[in-house]
């Protein structure tokens, strides 16, 4: 694993649509929209915040947790509407005693359904695998999450199984998850 690759310098990213880049103050607003709607976060252990200051501090949290080296969100960005922010993906849980990390992504629902998640995740699993030299990627998706678990079965990604009961997720107390995997080999054989 190539931590530096990660949390040398922020790291900008490039789809065929897309851009992936540092979350600033200035993208205050986008990222509000995105997190005060309840519907984003039915299945994710997040909480939605109806406070614009809060949110305006979670930025602040993102830089902070960066720079701890524990966890990078980008904001995702279309490149067609003038770099407009779109949703989130990151990467945390870097364990380099495995080689693996895991990745989360949410997206604002005006963006759902255009193949947005889907190229995000392309482009986070490429970058993860050919530039910062992962070995494991996974994904940890709440079992009524039809839509997420499609986007990572795109991306590669297979169903590794069930947790049970294995997660304190906030706002839905003790939950159970799918953990969907992929690693390097199977990456490099789905090039060719």
């Known amino acids: 694993m190539n931590i530096e690759m990660i949390f040398g310098n922020f790291p900008v990213l490039e789809s065929v649509n897309l851009v992936f880049k540092k979350i600033e103050e200035v993208h205050l607003q986008e990222v509000y929209t995105?997190?005060?709607n309840d519907n984003v976060f039915e299945y994710c252990g997040i909480i939605p915040k109806h406070n614009l200051q809060t949110v305006n501090k979670m930025i602040s949290h993102f830089d902070r947790d960066y720079h701890k080296k524990s966890r990078?969100?980008?904001?995702?960005?279309?490149?067609?509407?003038?770099?407009?922010?779109?949703?989130i993906i990151e990467s945390m849980d870097f364990n380099q005693k495995v080689n693996m990390v895991s990745i989360g992504y949410f997206l604002?629902?005006?963006?759902?359904?255009?193949?947005?998640?889907?190229e995000?995740?392309?482009?986070?699993?490429k970058f993860l695998f050919e530039e910062v030299n992962i070995n494991r990627i996974q994904a940890e998706v709440m079992p009524a999450n039809e839509i997420s678990k499609k986007v990572?079965?795109?991306n590669g990604f297979?169903?590794?199984g069930l947790l049970r009961?294995?997660?304190?997720?906030?706002g839905k107390g003790v939950v159970d998850l799918e953990i969907y995997g992929i690693l390097k080999e199977d990456y490099m054989n789905n090039l060719y």
């Open 72 to 87: 990078i969100k980008w904001g995702i960005f279309q490149k067609k509407q003038s770099n407009k922010l779109v949703g």
């Open 120 to 125: 995000s995740v392309g482009a986070l699993v």
């Open 108 to 118: 604002a629902e005006n963006y759902w359904g255009k193949g947005i998640a889907t």
């Open 158 to 160: 297979i169903k590794e």
């Open 165 to 170: 009961q294995a997660s304190l997720w906030s």
């Open 152 to 154: 990572l079965l795109k």
């Open 34 to 36: 995105i997190y005060d």
